[in-house]
Each structure stands twice: as C-alpha cells, then as structure tokens.
C-alpha cells in the first residue's frame, strides 16, 4: 500500500511541476516559482483564462503540450534560464538533474536513469547551456541502442563520455 501512495504522490508532483513548468513558459517568467503581475497577467492572457477555475480545467491540455515535439524544444530550451539562480550561467548539477526527470517523464528516454547517474558519478559539476541544448540534439538524434552514434561525430566530450560509460558498464551493447 505504501508503494501504491508514494508511487501516486510521486505522479501526481509530476504532473504538478509538469504543469507548472508549462504555466511558467506560457508566462514568459524570468525565475523559478516567481511571476511578476505582467508575466501573470500576460500568461494567463496567453493560455485564455481568466479565473483560477479555468486555469484548473486548463492545466490538463498545458501539460499535455510537452508532447508536441515543437513545444517541447521550446519549452526544454525555456527550463535552462527559467531553473538557473540569478546571475548564474550554468545550473547545478542537482537542478539540471531534476529538470531533466521532469522533462523527460513524458518523452520516455530510456537513458534518463543512465545519464543522471553518469552524470552524478563522472562528472559531478554544473551543467553548461551547451551541455544543456545538446543533450536534447543526442535524444532526438541517437536512438537508445547507440547503433546510429558515430565515434567520429561532432558531440560534446561530455555526451562522448556517456556513450562510453554506458558500453564499460553494459547497458548498452554497441556493434562497431
């Protein structure tokens, strides 16, 4: 049972901060979990509502806009600025991490776990906007076998390094 309720609570935070996420991109907003009155105002201009009732009703059809491939660049690109403290250029690796579980819930990279892991284990430090807009490249690129991923092309050392990891460790098998 207490699998069940953790699992439940787990989704239903996911699909929250999914939300929120989606909200926050519609807001232009230039900071995390802060709106000021004309991002709000405009935002909500900008999705059609104008009461919280219909924003509620709303938040369905927002979340499921991370599912339209266009939308989903925009708004992973949007996650980079809108997730960084103030005055920073990179994200720490935690946020960037946690960012990209959110992000990658609804797209199902079967690497996620992998990066995430890789990411904590090797590389240990803030992620650059590079790294960031990159990785998406690789998603959308290289499928989850590797069998497409050529040695000689031109990814970031740090995407080359996953690659690597993921064949020393065996989640992936490569033919070469």
């Given amino acids: 049972v207490n699998t069940v309720i953790c699992r439940s609570s787990l989704l239903l935070l996911i699909f929250l901060c999914c939300s929120q996420l989606v909200i926050s991109w ?9 709106f ?3 991002e709000f105002i405009d935002g909500l201009q900008s999705i059609g509502v104008d009461s919280i009732e219909k924003l509620r009703e709303k938040l369905p059809s927002l979340r ?8 989903f660049r925009e708004i992973y690109n949007f996650a980079f600025a809108w997730a960084r403290e103030k005055g920073q250029k990179s994200l720490p690796l935690e946020t960037a991490i946690g960012m990209w579980r959110l992000l990658f819930a609804e797209r199902h990279w079967p690497l996620i776990d992998h990066w995430c892991q890789f990411l904590q284990v090797r590389h240990n430090k803030a992620i650059s906007r590079d790294t960031w807009s990159q990785l998406l490249e690789f998603v959308k690129t290289i499928d989850p076998e590797l069998s497409n991923y050529d040695e000689e092309g031109a990814w970031p050392y740090l995407i080359d ?5 993921l064949t020393e460790n065996g989640c992936v098998q490569r033919n070469k």
Avoid: G, L, P, W
């Avoid at 519609?26 to 802060?34: G, I, L, Q, W």
């Avoid at 499921?64 to 939308?71: C, G, L, N, S, Y």
């Avoid at 390094?161 to 990891?165: A, K, P």
């Fill in 161 to 165: 390094e996953f690659v690597e990891y």
């Fill in 26 to 34: 519609h807001m232009k907003a230039a900071t995390m979990c802060e």
């Fill in 36 to 38: 000021t009155r004309q």
């Fill in 64 to 71: 499921a806009e991370i599912k339209d491939d266009h939308k």
